[in-house]
């Protein structure tokens, strides 16, 4: 590939990785400098057409510029602009799963393209991008980073490789010490699933609005403004007040709707993604029902989410390794108190599947993100070499005092030999 293609093959990756992810643009004639800057490229007649104003038809669904092969062809600098060659790698993209292939088509009846948010569309990425060191830095400079390059790509990634964990709990009754070993299992939540912090917030914006209504315009300003009981207290003039408990109601219920908004979007979405999550919804409808990618991305409020047959699951690997403990005492031929054993396991196995999840976020994944996303070579060592390194490196073991795996000691010394570029940006280069 040369000089030439490598750069298209940039731009229209650039493209995908970041201006897909936009906001919402209907009218790019009101977008005057974004209008300006078209035509110089392609021309006003030629901007007109690949970005129709609300005259022309607005492209569906709406989220995105236009994403057939003409219209990106279009947004490249005029020397550039070959239809064929543009063409010809989405398909090539396509084939390795960067891209998705739409079934709709947009207004002006072409085939639409959109990035493949997923586990396996980011891992074909990190493939089709340049393997000198921190060529793909781009990737976590894009919008695009914001959707995949998350705590579930990291877990999706160790789990394909077969990486288990060890934790060892020592029972604060007898001090014998339980190694439990489990396969990694739950998930991280979308933003549209995790409903629950955002109807806490708009419980308590209702609560508040209730209290103000029964409250009148005096007690209203003063709890508000609290400096102004002091200037009471001085003997001071209060301010005038007027408005002020209608005013601070009226916005109570603007961003109560906003809120309730907000809901109904991710509700819809939830009713969308069904049992299969989002995989079964269809990229350009996933772009319709959330054009400012609000919804689908990873909720950072929420931990690892366990389902209650998994938590069932850990619970029961802690007593059967307590269970296995207590047969071998009695295989040896010492006193074994069923009672003690009973308590014991329930004790363990409860204890194992409770502190399961913050282990595993804040102990296995989140390191490895931060790691990923700071260093170019760890990137491509954990995204793609996984083969290699679980060979060794598949087995996280926790005691009281600290975890160890070699995995992570191998992508922190990725990450230390090399400058770790974040954003274009050197954060770290060593002495």
């Known amino acids: 590939m040369d000089d030439g293609r490598d750069r298209m093959l940039g731009l229209i990756l650039h493209h995908f990785l970041d201006t897909v992810y936009s906001r919402p643009v209907t009218d790019f004639k009101s977008e005057s400098k974004r209008y300006e800057a078209l035509s110089s490229l392609v021309g006003e007649d030629a901007a007109e057409t690949f970005f129709p104003g609300d005259g022309g038809g607005r492209e569906y669904p709406r989220g995105y510029r236009l994403n057939d092969a003409k219209g990106v062809t279009g947004a490249l600098p005029p020397r550039m602009q070959n239809y064929q060659a543009v063409r010809r790698i989405l398909q090539s993209l396509c084939e390795k799963g960067v891209l998705v292939r739409c079934g709709s088509k947009n207004a002006r009846n072409r085939v639409l393209y959109l990035p493949e948010e997923s586990t396996d569309g980011c891992l074909a990425l990190v493939r089709t991008l340049p393997p000198q060191t921190g060529q793909d830095g781009p990737l976590c400079a894009s919008a695009y980073a914001h959707m995949v390059l998350d705590r579930q790509l990291v877990l999706d990634v160790l789990r394909r490789n077969g990486v288990t964990v060890t934790v060892s709990l020592e029972s604060p009754g007898t001090g014998t010490s339980y190694p439990i ?6 998930r991280y939540l979308r933003v549209y699933e995790d409903q629950g912090p955002f109807m806490d917030f708009q419980d308590r914006l209702m609560r508040l609005s209730d209290t103000l209504s029964q409250m009148d315009e005096g007690e209203v300003f003063l709890a508000l403004y609290p400096e102004a009981r ?17 005013a601070n109601l009226a916005y109570l219920e603007h961003v109560i709707d906003v809120v309730d908004s907000f809901l109904g979007d991710m509700q819809r979405m939830e009713d969308a993604a069904g049992e299969d999550g989002l995989s079964s919804v269809p990229m350009e409808d996933r772009f319709s029902m959330d054009p400012g990618n609000r919804l689908r991305r990873e909720s950072w409020a929420s931990g690892l989410h366990l389902t209650d047959a998994e938590r069932e699951a850990l619970v029961s690997l802690g007593s059967d390794c307590v269970a296995s403990h207590y047969g071998q005492l009695s295989a040896r031929g010492e006193a074994v108190r069923p009672a003690e054993c009973e308590e014991e396991s329930w004790y363990i196995g409860r204890w194992f599947a409770d502190g399961y999840p913050q282990f595993v976020d804040e102990e296995i994944v989140l390191p490895i993100l931060a790691l990923i996303t700071l260093s170019p070579s760890a990137r491509r060592r954990f995204l793609l070499e996984g083969e290699e390194w679980s060979r060794g490196c598949n087995t996280f073991v926790s005691d009281s005092k600290h975890v160890r795996c070699p995995l992570l000691t191998e992508l922190f010394r990725l990450g230390h030999l090399q400058k770790i570029t974040f954003n274009y940006i050197i954060l770290y280069r060593p002495v």
């Open 181 to 186: 070993n489990s396969a990694l299992v739950g």
């Open 230 to 246: 002091e200037g009471m207290v001085e003997g001071g003039s209060l301010p005038d007040r007027t408005g002020c408990k209608e």
